[in-house]
């Protein structure tokens, strides 16, 4: 009989004992499955690993793993719990591209879209052209739904030397911009050295771009013969600015401003700093 007291006491006291240690705080990961649209081989993959490795560390993530799953032809990204994914989802599929081109009048393209009576009905398209606010490089305003209707439309028009993209943000209510861009493009990724991001208590952040010797020296003509014009600054085939330049600009600095986040501007800055990626990705889960 005693020897049961004792063992029940036994579990009484282990049982207050486990109950008085504080548990082991265990987060649980999360875990991003990017698959390859297309069929890659060993080195894309192994190349693309490295790159968004590259990329979390440049936005200061310390706790993440990469890995190639070649069987199934994707990465699997690891991060802890409290990462926010939405919001460096870029950085794992975006391919990072950054270009810089001339644009065209808005009044000098509209004439040879004035007969597609579709496009046109879709397209908020400016009736003064010397409204400031609104760039001359603006073809016309869409909402959101219409987007890929407008685009249907463009693709039946064979313009060989005009790029048709919109705006990485909208204007309100979910409007965007549609930009005039000449190709090819003057600028690409391979003419930036660097970037780096500034915050401003008082006005707009920015993301700063620094040009290499050969860029600097490309950028300054182009402002140089584009006074007075708009100049596209495009990440991903999106028009994140499109700033007037009023003089020729030395020295091989730009920035961009708007109504960015913080952490937006450092993705910006984690894809622009490091490769663009070789292939495409879509997340899974």
Known sequence: MKSIIYILLAAILSSMALTSCPKSA????????????????QESLNQSCSIIKQRLSDYGIKDYDVSVNTNQNMLEV?????????????????????????????????KLLSSDSKLISLLIVPQNNNDASISPATLGFCNEPNIATVDSCLATHNFEDIKFAWSKTSKSDEIYSLYLLKT?????????SKTAVRQSKQFYNELLITFNKEGSLIFQNISKSNLNKPLAIV????????????S???????????????????????????QSLPITFKVLK
């Open 78 to 110: 690891t991060l802890s719990q409290d990462v926010d994914c939405n919001e460096i989802l870029p950085l794992l599929t975006s391919k990072g591209e950054i270009e810089f081109f001339e644009t065209y009048n808005r009044s000098d393209v509209i």
């Open 184 to 192: 090819p493009a003057a600028i690409n990724k391979s003419l930036v």
């Open 26 to 41: 265990s987060k649980q990961n999360q875990v991003i499955q990017l698959q390859c649209v297309e069929q890659a081989n």
């Open 248 to 274: 020729e600009i030395k020295g091989g600095n730009c920035a961009i401003t708007g109504n960015f986040t913080l952490n937006e501007l450092n993705v910006l800055k984690a894809l622009i700093n490091n």
């Open 235 to 246: 990440i991903d085939n999106k028009v994140y600015s499109a700033p007037i330049v009023r």
